[in-house]
């Protein structure tokens, strides 16, 4: 008696998504007498026919749509086993604490974090989203395993003693307008065109870092002040004003939004970096080569 096999029920499940037997035997790598032979093989263990020819192509009758269902479940729980076992024999399993400022949460670190939970199915990654003060020290109390800082001009100089720190992107500082705005289309502005705009700057706890209106402007307009980037990057998108924005925001900036460079000499910039424990993990070591090759990407 003949009996369903794997190869069969993956045979099956690609007729049925390309809808010939030739198509299914060119994306499988197979002969089109192949494909036949394992259909053949499928219909005497399900005792029925499985597909309709019609002119060059097939359809799954009944008995096709019940078997399809079944090989999807069936090859969907192999691959689950397949992901776990290779969990087991992952030596980066476990668990990855990483710590972000706001910014670097928007789109560097969830880059990084899929790139290495993507070559390291056993390895889960948690992320905590904190200014950098705290995320120092949750480093050196043992809470995080890989903390993503800022550091540069108009920044606390901070202690990384007996840390360990890696560069990881030079970012410039750039503005984010309204669509509709007079910036919009400039490739860079001066600081002396900033001069009369209404800026909305970042709101947060005591010694928190924040993002104000340009760093070099001198009585600036501020007109709201928000916590949160979306709810800061939304009243931008309202034309309720412009923000200083970091590069590192570009990804994931919303439509109605763009940013402009500004040409500004008095300002030297700032910096992104992940810092670890003087011996970190393999886990945090893989995390941060993922963060610089993403750092690159995005320079």
């Known amino acids: ?115 290495v939970t993507s070559g390291h199915p056993g390895l889960a990654v948690d992320l905590e989203e904190a200014a950098t003060p705290a995320l120092l020290r949750r480093l050196r109390a043992g809470r995080l395993d890989v903390a993503v800082i800022g550091v540069g001009q108009g920044l606390p100089d901070y202690d990384l003693t007996e840390l360990s720190q890696t560069p990881l992107l030079q970012g410039e500082l750039l503005v984010a307008v309204p669509a509709t705005h007079r910036f919009t289309g400039h490739a860079r502005v001066t600081v002396q065109d900033l001069a009369r705009e209404h800026w909305i700057a970042g709101d947060g706890a005591p010694g928190e870092p924040q993002f104000g209106a340009w760093p070099t402007l001198t009585d600036p307009r501020i007109a709201h002040t928000a916590r949160s980037w979306s709810t800061r990057l939304g009243l931008v998108a309202a034309g309720l004003g412009i923000t200083v924005i970091p590069s590192l925001v570009l990804p994931a900036l919303p439509a109605g939004v763009r940013a402009v460079g500004v040409t500004d000499s008095r300002w030297s910039g700032r910096a992104t970096a992940a810092v670890t424990r003087p011996r970190p993990s393999a886990q945090a070591r893989a995390m941060v080569t993922a963060l610089r090759e993403q750092a690159a990407g995005l320079s």
């Open 1 to 115: 008696m003949a009996e369903f096999t794997i190869t069969g029920l993956r045979v099956v499940h690609q007729v049925a998504t390309a809808g010939s037997f030739t198509r299914a035997a060119e994306q499988l790598g197979y002969t089109q007498s192949a494909v036949s032979r394992q259909v053949a093989a499928m219909e005497s263990a399900a005792g029925a026919r499985l597909f309709d020819r019609r002119g060059r192509g097939v359809a799954l009758t009944p008995a096709g749509q019940v078997l399809l269902r079944r090989a999807d479940e069936t090859l969907a729980g192999l691959a689950a086993t397949e992901l776990e076992l290779a969990s087991l024999r992952d030596r980066l399993a476990g668990r990855l604490a990483v710590g972000a400022y706001p910014t670097a949460a928007m789109a560097l670190v969830p880059r990084a974090m899929a790139q």
